[in-house]
Structures are given as C-alpha cells and as structure tokens.
C-alpha cells in the first residue's frame, strides 16, 4: 500500500492554464505539506496544513492555493499557469508538526509538471 | 536564521569505496532534529534517518553510518562499501522546533550527487 501517494505523476500543460494535483496519504498523520524542486534539485516548502488547518504559506504567489477536505487529502491547485512554474512538486505527511516533537516527514513520488 | 549546507555537490566513486557526504547546519534553536533524505534516479524522495538535538550518539544502519556533532554543527553521512545501487541524490534537512510555534518546515541543503561506478 503506497503511504503518500499523489496524482498525476506528470503533467504537461501550456501556459495560462489551470491545473490541480492531489495528495493522499493513509498513514494517519496530521499534518501535510507540499514542497517544490527547482532544475537545480533545491527544495522548498511551499504549504502546510495541520488538521486541516494551514499552518506554513511561505511566500508563494498566490495563484497556488492548496486545498485540505480532510486531515488525509492535500490538493494544489495552480491558476494561470507559468513557464517558472515548472518543477517537481512533492506532497509529504508528518504525524505532527505542532508542540515540541517533530515527527519524520514521509513524502509522496512528486509530480513532475512541465509548463509549454 | 537556519541554513543547511551540502558543500560537496558531486561526488564520483569507484564501487567499494567509501564515501563521507559532509552537511553543515546553523540553526538559533537549541532543539532541532536532522535529516537525510536519498532522491534515487527514479526521482522519489526516501526517507533515510532522523537525529535529535538532544541525542549526540551516532548510528549505524547496515554500510551507512551517520555522525553528528554538535561542536561543529555537522552531520556527516558514510556510505561503507558503495555500490551501483547508492548511486543517487542525497539530501540533509533540518526542522527547528520553536516551543509551541514549531511549524514543522524542512530546510533542505542543496543536495550532493553521488556516482557510484562500477
């Protein structure tokens, strides 16, 4: 059973466009993120949600905005989409974020988008 | 503010060498927790050990083997007796715990490459 799962594994799309990637995670964690990677492989936090409850928006435009229907679902959801856009997004899980113990974070397979 | 450095950006071995991926951390925090992460050719991000502030003692797993200190605000990761299948893009991260405010953010380095050759 796959722990972190995102959909779709890639996604090619032209610029201007609107698109969505989901995350699902069955390991009963609280908290869930997305993280980007750039060309040059450097990853950074974008979003997270802790029960349902955004907790992390580290300066991304706002034409991202991440979705929480429930403690096991993250979705991003991307308008009018960029050529700086592209990159690989990874959706991760963590048991808790809140309180003095930092919990490991698991991460999904990434989404690879490539904007045209 | 916290940072992670992965100074070494490419590293090339011959297989059954060993090897020393070097991370340097800065961090305000006196508590914190360390990472590494293994991102293999087929681009997913595994997830490999944690260590704790408060816990100095090293780990061995297998041929890896992970030395923290503190003093010098690294936490090198060794690889014993590389192999083809190491060959991957290896990842230290650090998350601050900040009391109640502790946000869970992973502050990656840049990365090193490691080649194994055959």
């Known amino acids: 059973d796959t722990a972190v799962s995102q959909t779709p594994k890639y996604l090619v799309t032209q610029m201007g466009n609107d698109k969505s990637i989901k995350c699902e995670q069955n390991?009963?964690?609280?908290?869930m993120y997305w993280y980007k990677q750039d060309s040059k492989k450097f990853l950074k936090i974008m979003f997270s949600?802790?029960?349902?409850?955004?907790?992390i928006n580290e300066t991304v435009p706002n034409r991202f905005s991440p979705k929480s229907p429930d403690k096991a679902h993250l979705n991003l959801h991307i308008n009018s989409l960029e050529l700086g856009d592209s990159a690989v997004y990874f959706c991760?899980?963590?048991?808790?974020?809140?309180?003095?113990?930092?919990?490991?974070?698991?991460f999904g397979p990434g989404t690879r988008l490539l904007v045209l | 503010a916290q940072k992670v450095t992965q100074a070494q950006t490419e590293i090339s071995v011959v297989e059954k060498e060993d090897v020393t991926l070097d991370c340097v951390y800065e961090?305000?925090?006196?508590?914190?927790?360390l990472f590494w992460y293994k991102q293999p050719p087929s681009g997913e991000l595994v997830f490999l050990i944690r260590?704790?502030?408060?816990?100095?003692q090293n780990e061995i797993s297998g041929r890896y083997s992970w030395n923290f200190q503190k003093s010098t605000s690294s936490f090198n990761f060794t690889i014993t007796a590389s192999q083809v299948v190491d060959s991957a893009v290896y990842f230290c991260?650090?998350?601050?715990?900040?009391?109640?405010?502790?946000?869970?953010?992973?502050?990656f380095g840049q990365g090193t490459t490691l080649q194994v050759k055959p």
């Open positions: 991760a899980s963590s048991q808790a974020a809140s309180g003095v113990y930092q919990e490991t974070q698991y």
């Open positions: 390991l009963g964690h609280d908290t």
């Open positions: 949600y802790n029960n349902k409850e955004l907790i």
């Open positions: 961090t305000r925090d006196t508590t914190y927790y």
């Open positions: 260590r704790n502030s408060f816990d100095e």
């Open positions: 991260a650090l998350s601050e715990d900040h009391g109640s405010g502790n946000t869970g953010k992973l502050i």
